[in-house]
C-alpha cells in the first residue's frame, strides 16, 4: 500500500459543512471526498492520476 501523504488544510467553516454533507451522502470520509474531487479535477485538466493504492474510491 502507497504511504499517503499528510498535511494541514484550512478552510472556511461554512465551505466545511458542505463539504461534510457531500461525503456523507456519497458514503465517504471528509479526506476521502477531498481526495476523490482533486483526483476528478486533475483528470479534467488532461492529466492522469495512478490509482490510489489503498483503496479504490470510485463510488458516484
Known amino acids: 500500500m502507497a504511504e ?3 498535511f ?6 461554512a465551505v ?3 463539504l ?3 461525503a ?3 458514503l465517504r470520509s471528509v479526506n476521502g471526498q477531498i481526495e476523490f474531487i482533486l ?3 486533475i483528470e ?3 492529466r492522469k492520476v495512478p490509482p490510489d493504492q489503498a483503496k479504490d ?4
Open 16 to 18: 466545511w459543512n458542505q
Open 4 to 6: 499517503k501523504k499528510d
Open 57 to 60: 474510491d470510485s463510488k458516484p
Open 20 to 22: 461534510q454533507a457531500w
Open 44 to 46: 479534467a485538466r488532461g
Open 24 to 26: 456523507a451522502d456519497e
Open 8 to 13: 494541514l488544510l484550512r478552510m472556511d467553516p
Open 39 to 41: 483526483r476528478k479535477a
